[in-house]
C-alpha cells in the first residue's frame, strides 16, 4: 500500500519523461561546465565559488516553493472556510490514492491555480479567487488534478533544479567582479580581459538555461495535462477550463497580468496569452491549440469502446 501511495495513481507519460529528463542531462551539463570553467580559470578562489554554488542550491531548493507561494499570497484556508475547493482536492486524491496537500486561496481576479512543494508532504496546491468564482465543479476538478500531477511527479523541485542554474550564473559573475579579481592584479592585461569574459559567458549560459528550463516547462505542462484527463476521465472538462480561462485573461486589466506574469512558470496557465508573448520559444506553457488537441487525441481514445 505504501508502495502504491508514493507512485499515485497517475498514469505515467513515458515520452514526455524521456525528453523532461534529457532537457534536464543538459541543463546539469551546462552547470557542471560552467562551474568548471570558473574553477579552472579563478584557481585560488574555487572554495569561495563551490560554497556559494552550493549553498544558493540548498536555498533556492528549501525555500523558492515557500518563497514563491507568500509572494502570491496565498492563504490556506480549512474545510470550513473553502468547502467546495476542499471537496474537489479531496475527491483528486482519493482517485489519485495520494496524501491531501494543505489548501490555499489567492486573492486575485486572476483566474489561475498553482502548486507548490518540493514533495508530497510538504505540497500546497492554491486556487485564485478568480478562479474559483469563474468555473464549474468538473472543469475545477480537471484544474486540481493537473496541479496535483505536477506534485505527484515532483514537477516543483524539477523546475527549481532546473532554473538554479541561471541564478549561479549571475550571482557568481557579481562575486566574481566584486572580489579579489581586480585587486589580483591592477592593470594587469589578463584581468581586464577576464572581467569582460566572465560576464559575457555568464550571460551566455543564462541564456541557454532559461531557453531549455521553457523548454522543460513546456513539457511538464503537456505531461500534467495528459495525467490529469486521464485520472479524471474527463478531458473535455479541462478542456473547457483551459479555454475559460484563457478567454477571461483577456479581460483582465494590464497591470494585474503583468504582476502575475512572473510566475508563469507555475500557473496552471499563463499571464498572457500566446500572441502577447515573445514567442514559442520563450513561452513557459504550450499554446492553447497544443494543449487542446492533445485533450481532444485522449478524449477520442477514452470513447474508444
Known amino acids: 500500500m505504501a508502495a502504491t501511495r508514493a507512485r499515485s495513481r497517475y498514469v505515467p507519460d513515458h515520452g514526455l519523461t524521456t525528453r523532461m529528463v534529457t532537457t534536464m542531462f543538459l541543463i546539469g551539463l551546462l552547470y557542471v561546465i560552467f562551474v568548471g570553467v570558473l574553477l579552472a580559470v579563478l584557481r585560488g578562489a574555487w572554495p569561495i565559488i563551490l560554497i556559494i554554488a552550493g549553498g544558493l542550491f540548498i536555498a533556492q531548493f528549501w525555500f523558492s516553493d515557500r ?7 496565498a492563504r490556506e484556508v480549512t ?30 481576479d486572476v483566474p489561475n491555480a498553482f502548486a507548490t512543494g518540493r514533495n508530497q508532504k510538504s505540497a500546497m496546491v492554491c486556487a485564485t479567487t478568480g478562479l474559483l468564482r469563474r468555473l464549474e465543479p468538473e472543469e475545477l476538478e480537471g484544474v486540481l488534478a493537473h496541479e496535483l500531477s505536477h506534485v505527484a511527479h515532483r514537477d516543483v523541485a524539477v523546475m527549481t533544479i532546473a532554473s538554479f ?20 592584479g591592477r592593470g594587469n592585461n589578463n584581468t581586464a580581459i577576464l572581467m569582460v569574459l566572465i560576464p ?6 543564462y541564456a541557454l538555461s532559461f531557453l531549455l528550463t521553457r523548454l522543460l516547462s513546456r513539457y511538464r505542462e503537456l505531461s500534467a495535462d495528459r495525467a490529469a484527463a486521464l485520472l479524471t476521465g474527463r478531458p473535455s472538462a479541462l478542456a473547457a477550463a483551459l479555454t475559460k480561462v484563457t478567454g477571461e485573461m483577456a479581460r ?3 497591470e494585474d497580468l503583468r504582476k502575475a506574469e512572473p510566475y508563469n512558470a507555475f500557473w496552471f496557465a499563463p499571464a498572457f496569452s500566446s500572441r502577447e508573448s515573445l514567442g514559442r520559444l520563450l513561452s513557459s506553457h504550450p499554446t492553447l491549440e497544443q494543449r487542446l488537441e492533445q485533450l481532444a487525441r485522449i478524449s477520442a481514445q477514452l470513447a474508444r469502446p
Not at 518563497?67 to 499570497?73: E, Q, T, V
Not at 542554474?165 to 589580483?184: D, N
Not at 559575457?200 to 549560459?205: I, K, Q, R, T
Open 165 to 184: 542554474l541561471g541564478v549561479l550564473a549571475g550571482v557568481l559573475t557579481r562575486v566574481t567582479l566584486w572580489g579579489g579579481l581586480g585587486r589580483a
Open 200 to 205: 559575457l559567458v555568464s550571460a551566455a549560459v
Open 79 to 108: 474545510p470550513e472556510e473553502a468547502p467546495e475547493l476542499h471537496g474537489a482536492v479531496d475527491r483528486v486524491c482519493a482517485l489519485a490514492d495520494m496524501p491531501k496537500p494543505k489548501v490555499a486561496i489567492a486573492r486575485s
Open 67 to 73: 518563497i514563491a507561494a507568500r509572494s502570491m499570497g
Open 252 to 254: 483582465i486589466p494590464t
